[in-house]
């Protein structure tokens, strides 16, 4: 399993600001994934984030708007740039574990977000 | 595309019933399948997998689910509900080929057990 935490766990912000979300794991992994939980709706993936490599964005999610960075096994960040109300959503870190035949998928608490 | 299909926004029972919460897929091949349930204000937490075997597999807190092929179907089960276990479970799914680490989420269905 993986223990994941992230700072910070809830923030209001204003229009037009940043804000840098870290998930920090308790063991090295390859793969960490940021997903998005906009109000009353599922879990959206934003990008895969690789130690060593760019973060690959999905579609309709652009690197301008959510620059990732994975300096090490155990840490990444997002960033939500420029943000806008449309933005107040829960951000969640998630990784991937070797369960010994399968890979497991575990997610950190997430960070609630509104942008007034 | 993938997809995974939960049809009901909300499922109510009353506590000790059984509880059922469904799940449709759409997926090339074999997927991987998956259920976790949130709680008010904290994370996803994990429930159970399909990975391969049989096709009931049980999980955390007295939950089951059924993998059906032929019908593309991986359902919730409980054989007993408490009022605990209301929150908003999802249903994922995710592909074998390529172990891209990606997971699809159904829309998610809030489970309301009333005592």
């Known amino acids: 399993s993986a223990v994941i935490s992230q700072k910070p766990s809830r923030d209001i912000c204003q229009r037009g600001t940043s804000l840098t979300i870290q998930c920090q794991v308790d063991?090295?992994?390859?793969?960490m994934f940021w997903y998005r939980q906009q109000p009353g709706q599922s879990l959206t993936l934003i990008a895969t984030a690789n130690q060593g490599s760019e973060a690959t964005y999905e579609s309709g999610f652009v690197i301008d708007k959510f620059p990732i960075s994975r300096p090490n096994l155990t840490f990444s960040t997002l960033t939500v740039s420029n943000m806008s109300p449309e933005d107040s959503s829960i951000y969640l870190c998630?990784?991937?574990?070797?369960?010994?035949?399968?890979?497991?998928?575990?997610f950190g608490p997430g960070t609630r977000l509104t942008v007034l | 595309a993938q997809s995974v299909a939960q049809p009901e926004d909300q499922v109510n029972v009353a506590e000790g019933n059984p509880l059922t919460v469904k799940c449709t897929y759409s997926v090339s091949g074999n997927p991987y399948l998956f259920w976790y349930v949130q709680y008010p204000n904290r994370g996803l937490q994990f429930l159970l997998k399909?990975?391969?075997?049989?096709?009931l597999v049980k999980g955390s807190y007295g939950f089951e689910a059924e993998f059906n092929k032929s019908q593309t179907s991986f359902h919730l089960k409980k054989p007993s509900a408490l009022v605990s276990d209301s929150a908003l479970y999802f249903c994922?799914?995710?592909?074998?080929?390529?172990?891209?680490?990606?997971?699809?989420f159904g829309q998610g269905t809030t489970l309301q057990v009333k005592p």
């Open positions: 063991s090295q992994v390859t793969m």
């Open positions: 994922a799914v995710r592909e074998r080929a390529g172990n891209t680490g990606k997971l699809i």
């Open positions: 998630s990784v991937d574990v070797w369960g010994g035949s399968y890979n497991e998928q575990f």
């Open positions: 399909y990975i391969t075997g049989d096709n």
